[in-house]
């Protein structure tokens, strides 16, 4: 039913910026808190971050703090994610999620997923 599609990802330097979006196919995107995660290559996937259904709560890794910002524009039907500062150690596939319940910062608390856009960051 729900369908997720991730685009903006590519190769950038270290420093350089991404902005990732996660459009949704369904008119019912408005309603679900969604989430970035990420999964560097020999690692297991990771929490980025969490925005609920209008944008005004979010949460962070602490290792991205300060760095990234996540949006939603429910209009568009789209949740971004803004990387500035980034550093090698970003360099992985980006995932953006649908919440269902639990803690946000785990992977089984989300029950929708999208195909995963690639993020490389050279030193």
């Known amino acids: 039913q729900l369908q997720l599609v991730e685009s903006g990802g590519g190769s950038v330097q270290a420093g350089g910026s991404l902005r990732l979006s996660c459009a949704a196919s369904v008119r019912t995107f408005s309603v679900y808190n969604m989430a970035w995660f990420r999964q560097a290559a020999g690692k297991e996937r990771e929490f980025v971050a969490h925005?609920?259904?209008?944008?005004?709560?979010?949460s962070y890794a602490d290792s991205i703090k300060g760095r990234f910002t996540i949006s939603r524009d429910n209009a568009k039907k789209t949740v971004y994610l803004q990387m500035n500062s980034l550093k090698p150690e970003d360099t992985a596939v980006y995932y953006c999620a649908r919440y269902k319940d639990g803690n946000v910062y785990y992977t089984t608390s989300y029950d929708d997923w999208g195909q995963g856009t690639q993020v490389t960051v050279s030193s």
């Open positions: 925005i609920n259904v209008i944008g005004l709560s979010t």
